[in-house]
């Protein structure tokens, strides 16, 4: 008598490893997302609290004295690792795996008195909806001098 295994059940252990998978990638791509999304969230607003001090500290009133590259280390890093660009007084949060590309999820501005924090030109993607609804706006009192956001 031979020993092995016959096809038909070759093929059984096939399909069932097959509907397992269908049902566990779907899973773990919804949680790559919901990771990608507290990520931002919480980069951005503690790149509002540290620029908030930043302006405060440094008593930044004039939108030329905003050095938001080197005011920020989360905005340093974000800008390294493309998940995030500076231009001026202006940080963009970007969406990397966006279909548009590098899609503004959210932007902060500083406008010489106040910081700005804005939905950016991407509302429809999944995970800028979900950034944009964790992330609140609300006023900050830094050493008795208000920063709006």
């Known amino acids: 008598m031979k020993k092995g295994f016959t096809m038909i059940e070759l093929i059984f252990v096939i399909v069932i490893l097959g509907i397992l998978a269908a049902v566990a990638i779907p899973r773990l791509a919804a949680t790559r997302d919901d990771a ?3 990520k931002m969230a919480t980069n951005i607003q503690t790149a509002k609290t540290e620029l908030a001090s930043y302006i405060v500290a440094q008593g930044v009133t004039s ?3 905003a050095n938001f590259s080197i005011a920020s280390n989360v ?7 493309d998940d995030a660009s500076v231009s001026g007084n202006t940080v963009s949060f970007l969406n990397k795996d966006s279909d548009n590309g590098n899609a503004v999820c959210m932007t902060l501005q500083f406008d010489g ?5 804005a939905n950016g030109s991407d509302s429809s993607s ?7 609804s964790l992330v609140s706006e609300t006023n900050t009192s830094v050493r008795g001098q208000s920063v709006k956001y």
């Open 113 to 117: 008195t106040s910081l700005i924090l």
């Open 126 to 132: 999944d995970i800028c909806k979900g950034v944009q």
């Open 36 to 38: 990608k999304i507290s």
């Open 75 to 81: 905005v340093a890093d974000m800008v390294a690792s």
């Open 63 to 65: 939108i030329h004295d």
